[in-house]
């Protein structure tokens, strides 16, 4: 069965909008569903530049939407990549303190992954580190032996795989960039660069241009994307000698960022960062990528200048490890003190969607705009690529409620 006409079209193909996608095709496996992806291939931003880390869920708050989905969705993934035969690795890593300063928040953070169920952590000694990572200095640290890693590009095209084998009408389309919506009274055109599609109900997962999506539709939000890049730096091969797997700061409370760290990649080699650094192109991979639209878009939100009056301070030493190879191997240092220049080199960059609230809070759960046949969702929260099963789920679950789906 091949039609313009879906039950749903889901805008977006980064790892939570195929997740969406699939989860609604298990539900409702009588609906049509449409995803629509404006590059050649799915899960090109976020999804593919991300660190691959699959996260344990150690250091959110008890109780809250990214503590119980993390986890939940951590094992789902577990599950799905052991079915499906996909690269991955739980190696676990460490998380370290180096300072006596950083022991009170390192223990939050340790009674924060007990009260989370993440199985298996312990606190370990300066002489334990050694033996997990010989070439890290710490005087206390954690273990998380369920963290892994993973290549989420892999999760992403595997949901892509599951959705057209359902043979029920059900696709992914790539190279479909949204340019308009036209609302009949039961229906929405979605009008694309290559064709018209029409669908009952729309749903957008649409990450670095959440906010536009929803009002190109004509839906308001108070909240708005501002991107932040975070550069990595490759281990050489002789620097990769002094990392077995993954190595972690404790974080600054006072950050909304983990901070520099060392992680193994499951196709190869070791990176090393991300600093954060507030960019001047939403989707703009190099460090003076400039964007006249993107920035007076992000300088005319005034929870932007809110939110760096709030880390101003940070924001400058983000911006000189940017920009300074030896400042970026001094954070470094900080965990493998013997690290040298010809150790690192540079490598890719990373872009994450930061949705801000009008006074400059970073939205720490879902925020997803309602209105008429149209579901937007402007933030799924960090970690989405861990909990993106998870995530799919809820965000399934929402659309049926919402669209009362049967």
């Known amino acids: 069965m091949s039609t313009t006409h879906y039950d749903i079209i889901i805008v977006g193909g980064g790892i939570v909008g195929l997740a969406t996608a699939y989860k609604l095709t298990l539900q409702n496996p009588n609906k049509t569903i449409l995803v629509l992806e404006k590059e050649k291939e799915v899960a090109e931003h976020q999804t593919g530049h991300n660190s691959g880390v699959i996260h344990s869920g150690i250091y959110y708050k008890p109780g809250s939407y990214k ?34 300063s950083e022991l009170a928040h390192m223990n939050k953070v340790f009674n924060n992954g007990l009260a989370n169920g993440v199985e298996g952590i312990e606190m370990i000694d300066a002489k334990r580190i050694k033996e997990i990572e010989p070439h890290c200095e710490g005087i206390a640290g954690i273990w998380v032996p369920c963290t892994g890693i993973i290549d989420y590009t892999d999760v992403a095209r595997k949901y892509v795989e599951l959705i057209h084998a359902k043979n029920n009408g059900s696709k992914v389309l790539t190279g479909h960039k949204v340019t308009d919506f036209n609302h009949q009274s039961d229906s929405t055109d979605v009008i694309t660069e290559h064709g018209t599609f029409n669908c009952k109900y729309l749903i957008s997962c649409a990450g670095l241009q959440a906010d536009r999506i929803t009002k190109k539709d004509k839906v308001k939000t108070d909240a708005a994307i501002v991107g932040f890049r975070g550069d990595y730096y490759d281990l050489t091969e002789k620097g990769r000698k002094k990392v077995k797997n993954l190595i972690y700061p404790v974080p600054n409370p006072q950050f909304p960022f983990l901070g520099v760290h060392f992680t193994r990649m499951i196709k190869g080699g070791v990176e090393c960062g991300p600093n954060a650094v507030f960019v001047f192109a939403r989707e703009g991979y190099s460090k003076t990528a400039f964007s006249f639209r993107d920035t007076l878009q992000a300088f005319g939100f005034k929870g932007t200048w809110k939110f760096f009056a709030k880390h101003w301070r940070f924001g400058m030493d983000e911006y000189r490890g940017a920009f300074s190879k030896t400042y970026f191997l001094n954070r470094l240092r900080k965990l493998i003190p013997d690290l040298q220049m010809d150790d690192i080199e540079p490598a890719r960059c990373g872009i994450r969607a930061m949705a801000l609230g009008p006074e400059g809070d970073m939205l720490d759960d879902f925020k997803i705009e309602y209105q008429g046949n149209s579901m937007h969702v402007i933030n799924s929260p960090s970690p989405a690529a861990t909990a993106s099963l998870a995530y799919g789920n809820e965000i399934a679950m929402k659309a049926k409620e919402y669209f009362k789906l049967n």
């Not at 986890?71 to 998380?95: Q, S, T, W, Y």
């Open 67 to 100: 503590a119980i989905n993390c986890v939940a969705g951590r094992r789902e993934l577990m599950e799905f990549v052991k079915e499906h035969n996909i690269p991955h690795d739980l190696c676990g890593k460490i998380i370290v303190a180096t300072e006596e």
